[in-house]
């Protein structure tokens, strides 16, 4: 991976990591599933009458509107809501990285190399280091909805991967049409008709603001950076970077929400960050022995083969 596409990668998780503070605002005024669906008609509208329709067939776009949207977002959001904390949601959340790099692995044929395999066992080491530290008291509801989310996640990986999409902000503003529907009739079935309404109709500057940032910042920038490094590499190779939100959430939260940050996190921190240059240190390997190859000398190693 070019470094300049490491930076982006990196620049993404810290929205990310912020996102969740944002979130956690959000909901003092939406309940989850009204500040989800405000989340997608913001990032729809009105960018999709500006850019061209996506290149992937009708049902990736159908397929990843639902299983981001509805399932990952959905199911975060309410997780949320029923007493899991921002910071640990935070933490739980990026299992999806080892669960996309195996998803890919089983689906697609992405054969992850072992330095890639390790890193990411490592970085999910600092995380469950920092998931048992942080003392979050999680209902299971909201820890078991969490999980689900990640699970949402790395399949929406694997169907912005296997969608050949060659424009990824055309795909995520068109699919991002798909979940208000779905979310609103969620709901008006789980808080009522009038409850949706009253919560649409008297939206604070505070709920403006957090959906704005969901919406814009943390759907369109990084959704839209992300998307379009799953499509240019393999899932192996960008999913670990996701393993530093909980670093910058953590952050966020110290510096806007006065959040202790305590030696056992700063190490658990430290571990994320050594896991995660076992990757960065393979995608550069891959690079210098395609260089190599390329002015006829041989690689060192073949690289990992990807989709």
Known sequence: MKASHRLLALLVAAIWGVNFVAIELGLRDLPPLVLTALRFVAAAVPLVFLV????ARLRYVVAYGLVLGVLKFGALFTALAAGMSAGLASLVLQAQALMSVLLAAAVLGERPARAQVTGVLVGSVGIGLLAIHSGGHASVIGFVLTLFAAASWALANLVMRASDETRPLSLLVWSSLVPPLPLLGLAGV??????????ITGLSWRGVLAVAYVAYVSTLVGFGIWNRLIAQYSIA???PFSLLVPVFGLSAAWLLLDEPVGPTELAAAATVLAGLALVVRRSTADRNNATDASEGREPEYAPAATA
Do not use: H, K, N
């Open 237 to 239: 190779r960008v999913a």
């Open 52 to 55: 061209p329709r996506p290149s």
């Open 190 to 199: 789980v808080d009522g008709g009038q409850a949706v309404l009253d919560a």
